[in-house]
């Protein structure tokens, strides 16, 4: 069984900054493409970043300039720094990885989400 934890949401002022955390556990074979997406109140979930395993970054326009997605591949553990935030990054923040596990081949993995508030 696999487990993707995150950490690090919380309230931050506009221009502030969060680094949001998520490692994943369990019977881990390989660690592939990991990401984050967000979703805000009555909207859709939308892709945020992702990192591949050799590093290769893709950013969202609306956070390009503004986050780094890293990772940790001795930990096993994906990173969001996210610096200039503004109230509209208000959201639920999800981390999502493909997990090749031991036997059971690759799937999809999402953590249980942590909440981002930037107020104004």
């Known amino acids: 069984q696999v487990q993707l934890v995150e950490s690090g949401g919380g309230l931050v002022q506009a221009g502030g900054s969060l680094r949001l955390s998520c490692a994943a556990s369990?019977?881990?074979?390989?660690?592939?493409?990991m990401g984050w997406y967000r979703q805000a109140p009555g909207k859709q979930r939308e892709l945020v970043a992702t990192?591949?395993?050799?590093?290769?970054?893709y950013y969202a326009d609306s956070v390009k300039g503004r986050f780094t997605c890293s990772r940790d591949n001795a930990k096993n553990t994906v990173y969001l720094q996210m610096n200039s935030l503004k109230p509209e990054d208000t959201a639920i923040y999800y981390c999502?990885?493909?997990?090749?596990?031991?036997?059971?081949?690759?799937?999809?993995?999402w953590g249980q989400g942590t909440q981002v508030t930037v107020s104004s």
């Open positions: 990192i591949t395993s050799g590093g290769s970054t």
């Open positions: 999502n990885a493909g997990i090749s596990t031991y036997g059971l081949g690759r799937s999809d993995y």
């Open positions: 369990g019977s881990i074979f390989r660690i592939n493409t």
